[in-house]
């Protein structure tokens, strides 16, 4: 069974310090993982998926097959990152389903 | 175009009642997904489909139905509300996957509150 685990609720920092949020997955297999975001009134977006190798609004993510983790690193945070961050899960056995994390608040503040 | 969007964003229902979530893209997506989120709980997939005529359960479909008569509606139905379906519900659609997994594109939500 393929599972994405997010070991923080919630996570709190100040603008301009880096920010990691963790991200854990369990999967035999060879997973496709995503960063799925969702700012205050707005609805749930793709911020970048592994295979892209992308840096997004600052935010970089390395997947590290050895530990299965998928965590989300900015060097400097700023105030517009505060949002729900979840990370997902997709499989060749899932097709294009998703699963996703429990979901981490993240805070910035000023 | 609108993307994904569904219909009533808020709803209060007494337990036994029914109602039926609606969602549309305008996207020409095949796959299109029902998810529900509850509090500190993610969003679990409650039913998807991969084209006109097809659906599957998903992780917690139990209480749920859904139809799929064409490529961009996919209605959810609740039939007889019970409390522990109080949650927020998301419709996703997403286009043909080939070599990787594309992005799944998000409605704005229906709050559902069952008393």
């Known amino acids: 069974a393929q599972r994405v685990t997010q070991p923080e609720k919630l996570l709190s920092v100040f603008k301009g310090a880096p920010v990691e949020l963790k991200c854990n997955y369990s999967?035999?297999?060879?997973?496709?993982l995503f960063w799925y975001v969702q700012y205050s009134r707005q609805r749930l977006q793709l911020l970048l998926r592994?295979?892209s190798r992308e840096s997004i609004k600052g935010f970089t993510a390395d997947l590290n097959k050895g530990e299965t983790s998928f965590h989300l690193k900015k060097p400097f945070a700023q105030e517009e990152d505060s949002a729900m961050y979840y990370c997902?899960?997709?499989?060749?056995?899932?097709?294009?389903?998703?699963?996703f994390g429990e979901g981490t608040q993240l805070t910035v503040n000023p | 175009n609108a993307g994904v969007t569904q219909t009533p964003k808020f709803r209060i229902l007494k337990i036994g009642q029914s109602m039926t979530l609606q969602c549309t893209q305008d996207?020409?997506?095949?796959?299109m997904y029902w998810y529900r989120q509850d509090p500190g709980m993610g969003l679990k997939l409650i039913y998807y489909?991969?084209?006109?005529?097809?659906?599957d359960k998903g992780e917690v479909p139990n209480g749920y139905n859904v139809s799929r008569s064409t490529t961009e509606d996919f209605p959810l139905r609740l039939e007889l509300a019970a409390p522990s379906q109080t949650s927020v519900y998301f419709c996703?659609?997403?286009?043909?996957?080939?070599?990787?997994?594309?992005?799944?594109?998000f409605g704005p939500g229906t709050r559902l509150t069952v008393l």
């Open positions: 592994h295979i």
């Open positions: 996207m020409n997506h095949n796959y």
């Open positions: 489909s991969v084209g006109a005529g097809i659906t």
């Open positions: 999967y035999s297999g060879s997973p496709e």
């Open positions: 997902a899960l997709s499989g060749k056995t899932s097709g294009s389903r998703l699963t």
């Open positions: 996703a659609s997403s286009g043909q996957t080939g070599v990787s997994y594309n992005e799944q594109f």
